[in-house]
């Protein structure tokens, strides 16, 4: 019989996810920084500083934090399968009832569901088993250091954007540059997530740049506060 190859984009959410949320947060936290500095009008050299510390530190972090939840997640899957293996191996035939049941519960008579048990089970007993009693696919499976990494990368890489337009930019116009680029890296930025994904790019768009824009405008009202009382 011949079958066709599907790609479905629920395969990228692993490495998507990473990436999208490693992105914007280098806009949104190198931006707010930048913006919160210029308000409180501090030196360009001190802005460029603050913004390269940022982006090093924000990289580091991202990759650390995403390798250690992930390595979380990948710790539970692993634990499950673990116990699973050791109750098919104490009980298999209780096992086989356990997949039929599940089968009959999507729709299958008993006959058929205990039939496609026993079959799966002689197959790849603890691969059947994590697929429809644990719900893990193979293409969600937790990967922490891809994770890692690209929430470094992408962290970096979202993160020059301000630094290079505060770098470009006339010292007055420093704030209002940064910020209006940023919103719109962000707003492209859900476009393409959005679209990577198979989701509507127009939402996603303005709800990524709706946050950013926040988290500009909180930054820049502490730091212009704070460069008041100074």
Known sequence: MLLHRERHLVERIG????????????????????VGVAAAAARPSDILLTGIAGLVAGAMSMAA?????????????AADLEREAGEIAADPEAE??????????????????????????????????????????S???????????????TFSAGA???????????????APAVATGALVSLAGLGAIGAAAGGA????????????????????????????ASL
Request: charged share 15%; no cysteine.
């Open 160 to 174: 020059g954007l301000p630094l290079l337009i505060a770098l470009g930019a006339p010292p007055t116009w420093v």
């Open 65 to 77: 934090g995403e390798y250690v939840s992930v390595s979380s997640q990948a710790d539970t899957e």
């Open 200 to 227: 509507g790019r127009l939402r996603a768009a303005g709800r990524v740049a709706i946050w950013g824009a926040l988290a500009m405008a909180v930054t820049s009202a502490v730091g212009a506060a704070v460069g």
């Open 139 to 153: 293409g969600m499976k937790a990967r922490p250091v891809q994770a890692a990494l690209t929430s470094a990368v």
């Open 15 to 34: 490495w998507l996810r990473a990436a999208i949320l490693g992105a914007n947060d280098g806009i949104v936290s190198t931006a707010s920084l930048i």
């Open 96 to 137: 086989i009832a356990e997949l039929a049941a599940i089968y009959v519960r999507r729709g299958l008579n008993d006959e058929t569901a205990t039939a496609v048990a026993h079959q799966l089970m002689a197959h790849d007993a603890l691969a059947a088993h994590a697929h429809d009693e644990l719900g893990l696919v």
